[in-house]
Nanobody
Framework: QVQLVESGGGLVQAGGSLRLSCAASGSIFSINVMGWYRQAPGKQRELVAGITINGRTNYADSVKGRFTISRDNAANTVYLQMNSLKPEDTAVYYC??????????????WGQGTQVTVSS
């Protein structure tokens, strides 16, 4: 079993930056991909970005060029650097992990979520 703990959310003005962190523990040997999802009020949860253990990444079109996902395998931690934030980025951000690749296979471990609020 994998445990994921997020940190770094908060309130920021539009155009600002935030950095989210997610530390993994437990059965970390089973993890290939770590990623970030987000869910805004009244909307479905959506994938923001994912990264493999070898550093391959994918991003939602809405965040390309503004967000950067990175990973420290030695520290079992994944980061999401969010720049040029917009009010529509407001959501609860969830860290997730899975043993499979970057494709459509489901994530099977989830963090508790951290709130990101972008004011206009």
């Amino acid at each position: 079993q994998v445990q994921l703990v997020e940190s770094g959310g908060g309130l920021v003005q539009a155009g600002g930056s935030l950095r989210l962190s997610c530390a993994a523990s437990g059965s970390i040997f089973s993890i290939n991909v770590m990623g970030w999802y987000r869910q805004a009020p009244g909307k479905q949860r959506e994938l923001v970005a994912g990264i493999t253990i070898n550093g391959r990444t994918n991003y939602a079109d809405s965040v390309k060029g503004r967000f950067t996902i990175s990973r420290d395998n030695a520290a079992n931690t994944v980061y999401l650097q969010m720049n040029s934030l917009k009010p529509e980025d407001t959501a609860v951000y969830y860290c997730a992990a899975k043993p499979y690749g970057l494709g459509p296979s489901p994530y099977d471990s989830w963090g508790q979520g951290t709130q990101v609020t972008v004011s206009s």
